[in-house]
């Protein structure tokens, strides 16, 4: 049985691992991403990490003594991407990275290594093992925020794959400055970051636990939070009229605490229609990587496919 590298590159977070073919994560791991040491040191520490990921090692395989190596990486980035671009992405300030940047020495070798958007790929994973449905927004929730659109059963980036970027629509077109240059964008409301600093914290994981035990400041900062959502699902709502807005990303792991107050704010700001349903994605944080390993899994695929001469 062969696998696949993959890395999924987060704000806070990469995750990368070994993915079989049917999503079985074979082996899992976490490195911090460097934001703060500027675009470079990101990119440099993606290569890094693909490049651990694809030595040949033994014991991937449960009984299989032998040294493996995968067939092909997948490396999801957030923002704008291509092919073979990262374009822009304003939580690491880069611009029009190539993919083979990501890839180190693997860039000149016979391991394809394939580039694309995190949360386009977690919605392909959510499509593929999450049980998704033909209309829905998938929208996951953690460092910053944007969307996979999935029409019609599948995905749709738009006619130059800006398509999901819902984490700038300004929900409030005079509030906070956003990373993106922009002013009042869901993202400087509702991601966890954004949640985070606003109540002066280290994570969206204490401010939850802060408004569970009645603090007033972060339970003021959880309802802004919930109702920029609110307001950018009623957009969306009432634009493409999805069955289903499945939130993932480190935020979901709020559940109730996030899910309930969402559910009555959305309905609240539909007066016509019935909302949506809205649930926790089933994959959670893991989506995004497997959504990196089918990017793995295609290239692999495009490879043996390819004539040989």
Known sequence: MDYVAAVDVGGTTMKGGFIA???????????????????????EAVSTFVTDLSRPRNGVLS??????????????????????????????GWRDVPAAAFAGPLADGDLPV???????????????????????????IGTGIAGAVVLSGSLYGGAGGWAGQIGHIPVWPDGAACGCGQRGCLAAYASGSAVAARCEVGSAEEVVRLVASGDARATKVWADAVEALAVALATYTLTLDPAEIVIGGGVSLAGDALLVPLRERLAARLSFRPAPAIRASRLGPRAGLLGAGLLAWRAASDVSARPTT
């Open 114 to 140: 394939a580039l694309g958007h995190d949360v386009r790929s977690a919605g392909e994973a959510e499509l593929a093992y999450g049980g998704g449905g033909r209309d829905v927004l998938y929208l996951p």
């Open 21 to 43: 073919r049917d999503g079985m994560i074979l082996h899992f791991e976490r490195r911090p991403t460097p934001r703060a040491e500027g675009p470079d040191r990101v990119i």
């Open 63 to 92: 009984g299989d003594p032998g040294e493996r190596r995968p067939v092909g990486v997948g490396v999801a980035v957030p923002g704008l991407v291509t092919p073979t671009h990262a374009v822009f992405a304003a939580a690491f």
